[in-house]
């Protein structure tokens, strides 16, 4: 291997301190440098006096013979900003999937839910309920009373609906298409 030169070793230390995310041993940081320790101190000194220099966001600290990259404790009113603002969820298409059933079946249960999907339907309601898009409405009078699911006022608003009377209508047409599939489907089970 090639003779590193400073400018390398210092990229090549902020990547392991980076990524490794803990404290790491000069030892193992000198190993990767193929240097010897006293050098591989230098340069991580050098590297932390550029760091305060330069005013950075970040710094190098060493801990009992390891150093470790954090932030700043002047830039935690930052983080602090940035963590606490609301995320945005995601919807995956097997949860949009799920959403549409409750949408236009409600009240439902997890296993009419499960008998449209055809497989297991747990994890998808309970992240629509973490995101505040259904909410439960009730109890089936059935063995078990089990939970029946409808949607939020946070579904109307996020899908920018006034009433579930807004939802669009599905085509005739498709609901027959998708009733012939769903009994080919069937017949195909049945006949293995």
């Known amino acids: 291997?090639?003779?590193?030169?400073?400018?390398?070793?210092e990229g090549i230390i902020e990547a392991i301190l980076f990524t490794m995310g803990d404290s790491v041993e000069v030892g193992?940081?000198?190993?990767?440098?193929?240097?010897?320790?006293?050098?591989?101190?230098k340069v991580i000194h050098k590297l932390m006096d550029k760091y305060a220099a330069e005013?950075?966001?970040i710094r190098i600290i060493e801990l009992d013979g390891a150093y470790q990259m954090c932030t700043k404790t002047e830039m935690y009113e930052y983080l602090i900003r940035v963590a606490s603002q609301p995320k945005?969820?995601?919807?995956?298409?097997?949860?949009l999937e799920t959403l549409s059933i409750i949408a236009y079946k409600q009240p439902v249960t997890?296993?009419?839910?499960?008998?449209?999907?055809?497989?297991?339907?747990d994890h998808a309601v309970n992240k629509l309920v973490e995101y505040n898009l259904v909410c439960e409405r009730g109890r089936l009078d059935a063995p078990g009373?089990?939970?029946?699911f409808g949607t939020t006022e946070e579904f109307l608003r996020r899908f920018s609906i006034h009433s579930l009377d807004d939802l669009p209508s599905p085509n005739p047409e498709q609901v027959?298409?998708?009733?012939?599939?769903?009994?080919e489907e069937v017949q195909l089970k049945l006949d293995i």
């Open 55 to 57: 005013d950075r966001g």
């Open 110 to 121: 997890k296993l009419e839910i499960e008998k449209i999907r055809g497989v297991k339907s």
């Open 176 to 183: 027959e298409s998708f009733k012939e599939e769903a009994e």
């Open 1 to 9: 291997m090639a003779k590193l030169k400073i400018k390398q070793m």
């Open 28 to 41: 193992k940081i000198a190993r990767a440098l193929e240097q010897d320790e006293a050098t591989t101190r």
């Open 88 to 95: 945005k969820h995601v919807l995956t298409d097997v949860l």
């Open 145 to 148: 009373k089990p939970i029946l």
